[in-house]
């Protein structure tokens, strides 16, 4: 009957045999390469900053050469009437905080608004110009909307403790920087989150590449075990552990290179060549590369990438990088800077980047000044004007 299990002794139970089972007609093949299914790296701020700034060379370098290019864009201060060689807010950020200068404190905040699309700055002091000037981590801080959706306060959390910026001031103790993002009305997109797809198959080939190195540089192959009588066979569970032991051990690694398999009887090795698709992970690899560099407006060539020929030379790359991608986003934050700034002091001035310069764009400088300085028909006021200087005070500058 059914249920006659149950009624057998402790004793039965132990000498009886176990049921018979079919054997795989896979089983005496060890298969040593397998697919499997896809997976993407999380989309917030702290995993893409850790897979595609820390973790990729492509990333990594796109924001350095960003950051670093347009914190060390020279700015001029001016108003309506004058431009400015000493002024409050040149030399605030001259020195912003004990621990940065202008360069280290301009690059913090390009490298946040890289990897998370927002910049924060906070201001410490009281009435008149702050004292100094700090560059908040994106990741902590979090944005506190009211009744009508605008930010009433934020809140900054470190290690479980919060700290509460209240907006509600007079002068906003934090200025908020941030991308356009066309799907949210408080905090912006960063180019790290469009090039994340890109970053996780840049990184994908390289982990496989570094995964064909560890198994001697070869590819992939397979076991096929016979039984006596030349057949199909199975290996106990002792024997198929055996083996996969001593083929992790003296078999795969790069110092086991070239290293000569001793197959006992039974066993044959049947190796696998490189598939297409094995050959073109290479091609992949700089074409992901590529999506990187375009995400963040960095021409290719800039980077060593091969099989890029938009650009005739490298002069040409490097001033298309100025003018596409250094010098919106050094003119914009420079110019929310000067106005949160301004409203401390109450005089309103702005900062933008010194075109004259700037050695990426002698070439285009030169050729407007000789433009511009020998129309004759236009005034000496409207030709300071079409260079972006400010018009003569009093007979000076």
């Not at 702290?46 to 290019?69: D, H, M, Q």
């Not at 940065?100 to 002091?125: K, M, P, T, W």
């Not at 650009?311 to 040409?316: D, G």
């Amino acid at each position: 009957m059914v249920l006659d299990f149950l009624r057998r002794s402790d004793g039965e139970a132990q000498t009886a045999s176990p049921p018979e089972r079919k054997a795989s007609a896979t089983g005496p093949v060890i298969a040593w390469q397998g697919a499997g299914r896809v997976v993407w790296s999380p989309r917030d701020t702290a995993s893409l900053t850790k897979s595609g700034f820390v973790g990729n060379p492509i990333g990594f370098r796109c924001v350095k050469l960003i950051a670093e290019a347009a914190a060390a864009v020279p700015l001029v201060c001016q108003d309506t009437g004058r431009r400015y060689e000493t002024h409050p807010v040149l030399s605030l950020l001259a020195r912003p905080n004990g621990a940065q200068g202008r360069a280290d404190l301009l690059e913090a905040l390009f490298g946040q608004i890289l990897l998370s699309g927002n910049g924060y700055i906070e201001a410490v002091g009281s009435g008149g110009m702050p004292f100094e000037l700090h560059v908040l981590r994106s990741d902590r801080m979090n944005l506190v909307p009211g009744k009508d959706g605008w930010p009433v306060a934020y809140e900054y959390t470190v290690g479980g403790r919060k700290h509460r910026f209240d907006m509600a001031a007079e002068v906003a103790p934090i200025c908020h920087i941030r991308s356009f993002h066309p799907q949210d009305d408080h905090y912006g997109l960063s180019p790290m989150q469009a090039a994340a797809t890109a970053i996780d198959v840049h990184s994908s080939a390289s982990r496989w590449s570094k995964a064909l190195l560890d198994n001697a540089a070869r590819p992939s192959g397979a076991i096929v075990y016979r039984g006596a009588d030349g057949g199909p066979g199975t290996m106990t569970a002792d024997q198929y552990d055996r083996l996969l032991s001593e083929m992790e051990m003296h078999h795969q690694g790069a110092r086991n290179a070239g290293r000569p398999m001793l197959l006992e009887g039974g066993l044959d090795w049947k190796p696998m060549g490189f598939s297409p698709s094995d050959m073109e992970f290479q091609e992949t690899k700089r074409d992901a590369a590529r999506e990187i560099a375009t995400a963040f407006g960095v021409p290719p060539m800039l980077l060593g990438i091969p099989g890029d020929m938009t650009y005739a030379n490298y002069q040409e790359a490097n001033r298309a990088f100025y003018r596409l991608t250094v010098l919106p986003l050094a003119t914009r934050v420079a110019a929310t800077i000067a106005d949160w700034l301004s409203r401390f002091s109450g005089e309103v001035v702005t900062l933008a980047p010194d075109l004259d310069q700037i050695p990426a764009l002698s070439v285009e400088r030169e050729a407007q000044w000789a433009r511009i300085g020998a129309a004759s028909f236009l005034t000496d006021a409207e030709k300071r004007a079409l260079l972006g200087l400010p018009p003569v005070v009093d007979g000076g500058v």
